[in-house]
């Protein structure tokens, strides 16, 4: 019998190397359906689209994907491990058996790292490292070796969501290759560059967009050069409105702001002369318990004002949202509708604006107004 | 024994016609101090000051003025007769004895008019009229005639405020010439035109420095030249990404939010173009009930996100901002010290940044964003 196959995904932009695991998946498991939980307008790592979850949904949908879900902004703004755990139990619901994921190191076993990993913590009590790499040392102590490259460890939440789920998928990493997650810029003669590579060096120009095209399937090229392309350095206006026109208690409502960080943001941006960018923003305010990533993360929840108890929410009650399909995406959905755990939402009416998709719409409202288009109010799946 | 005159100003800019009003006090009563109670970088009338409260008390320093204080910004956010009560006591506790202020009637005892209708309200209750409207349909049966020119109702309000605090003031009407409140457009062969005809015709070009050069003393064309010159223009897009963002119990926090509007703000708000600008927007959301300069005022509240709360512990208990004085302005100080029943702050520490002066810092800090100098930390009164 024919299987699914979960992927979880930004696409941001949708570039070869996504194209590749789309094309490796088809290749390995010709009969499956490939479903993917794409993050909507707001990613983990705290930092807006740079195109709309419509845009990269239908560029994934052109490229063999046959179902694509928006991973609530409420998984997204949330740690790895949470955030795996949304992206994780949702594809299971969907009736995911299989989940391909990219790693720095595909040898490894991440089940079986998982299984050993899962009671482990970092330590929340010392002050002078951040959670993420007290963690990485006290999973280094229990495997004998560190994980602690960006998808390697983006793996084994997976794993660990896996096995709190009672592993109902299949793992199946894909070594990276070409580039590193974090390598900002373009080889020649290569065919893969990271999307931050690619986000960085696009603009408008001709010459970028020659530049960019062995890189990118023409699609997304063209996407980006429709736009609008979005990013940190329109929303960032916003944000330092927020954090200055903010009481502090308030401030501390904000899902994510702990051990009275709230106090240094907001003494920090008070200072700050007029002319700097989010991203020498996030350096001024950072200690050596907040990482740069955490921080952008906070900076999301900052701007979406999304509070601890609206995170609560979506944890206690999941859902899904869908954004596209084809027609086996269609039939999957059929055959899982009656018996998935959560309810699958495929439009946004007035009254679940103010329900269970409010922060959704908000975030929508907020993406919105720069890019110009309606995210939620009366926007259907894209059906291919 | 000399006295002292009490002026409530926006100096919003200072012209001609703030410049005669001193001369016209000065020839009145030569030996008597002049201070000037100023509204902050936010006005009553809903929107943001052209130039900074630093700006103007050096104008008004320049030409005639003695002591310039500032009404914090919890008063400028009140209604009229609110504002009124703020700015009179305030005058009167440093030591005022007269207050003058312009009128379109200047003939009208309006203290005998505020004995009169000191009891008189509006009716809150007539869901198809403002209560600026019922208000001044009550005041006409009272008083057998019409009170309803912008600065008479001021006045009146002025001599009401007056009425309440047992009548420490003696008021002098000034009569307004050449111009009205509402006038936008500038008068060939004139000196005096509106602020607002001053601002709305306000540019950079030369051309435009020359034709308002007959409204303006020359200090005052020269610092609107050097600016910023800041306007709704500037905030509209935080005021649009406040409005979208908050949740509807928060939005239902801000002082002055009455009768559900909130629902109506955020609801027209989401639904907006993006091409709109401020006045667009507030004719889109304006009610039978709710004014063009109500939802203006209301505005203020949203962008400097002020609570109702916050509010009434000003009511409870005003404070004096100093701004500026000379010699003179001074030595009223130094007299009435002692004996003022409201603290005077000439800085603002750091403890009173989180203190009572929070609001006018957030409101300081808010400003900077666009006017780039900072509004209060470290900022001594100006000694002219």
Not at 119 to 140: C, L, M, N, P, W
Not at 223 to 250: C, M
Not at 320 to 325: A, M, Q, S, T, V
Request: charged share 25%; with cysteine; net charge neutral.
């Amino acid at each position: 019998m024919a299987g699914v196959v979960g992927v979880v995904a930004e696409y941001n932009p949708f570039h070869n190397g996504h194209l590749y695991q789309l094309q490796q998946i088809k290749q390995a498991f010709p009969d499956d359906i490939i479903i993917v939980a794409m993050s909507g307008n707001f990613l983990q790592r705290g930092e807006p689209a740079c195109l709309d979850k419509w845009t990269r949904t239908q560029e994934a949908l052109q490229n063999d994907a046959d179902l694509v879900v928006e991973l609530p902004v409420l998984a997204c703004v949330q740690p790895a491990d949470r955030f795996a755990f949304g992206a994780v139990s949702l594809l299971s619901a969907l009736g995911a058996d299989k989940l391909v994921f990219g790693a720095e190191h595909s040898s490894y076993d991440f089940m079986s790292f998982a299984r050993k990993v899962a009671g482990v913590h970092g330590e929340f009590h010392k002050y002078d490292e951040s959670y993420a790499r007290s963690f990485q040392t006290a999973i280094k102590k229990e495997l004998g070796h560190a994980v602690d490259q960006p998808n390697d460890l983006l793996g084994l939440a997976y794993a660990k969501a896996n096995y709190r789920l009672g592993e109902p998928l299949d793992l199946f990493p894909v070594q990276r290759v070409e580039t590193s997650y974090h390598d900002q810029s373009l080889h020649k003669g290569a065919q893969i560059a990271s999307a931050s590579a690619i986000r960085k060096n696009f603009s408008l120009s001709k010459k970028t967009q020659k530049k960019l095209a062995p890189y990118l399937p023409q699609v997304s090229l063209n996407d980006l050069v429709e736009g609008p392309f979005v990013s940190w350095d329109d929303f960032w206006p916003l944000l330092r409105y927020k954090v200055v026109s903010s009481n502090l208690a308030d401030l501390g409502q904000i899902y994510g702001m702990s051990e009275g960080i709230e106090y240094r943001i907001q003494e920090q941006t008070q200072r700050l002369p007029l002319d700097i960018n989010f991203d020498m923003w996030v350096k001024k305010v950072k200690t050596k318990r907040f990482t740069y990533t955490h921080l952008a993360r906070l900076a999301v929840a900052i701007l979406l004002n999304i509070s601890e108890q609206e995170v609560q929410a979506y944890n206690s009650e999941p859902y899904i949202r869908l954004l596209g399909f084809g027609g086996d995406g269609r039939k999957q959905l059929s055959r899982v509708k009656k018996n998935c755990p959560f309810p699958i939402y495929s439009r946004v009416s007035q009254d679940d604006r103010k329900e269970q998709l409010a922060v959704d719409y908000r975030a929508g409202k907020i993406y919105q107004l720069f890019n110009g288009v309606e995210q939620d109010a009366k926007r259907a799946p894209i059906v291919f």
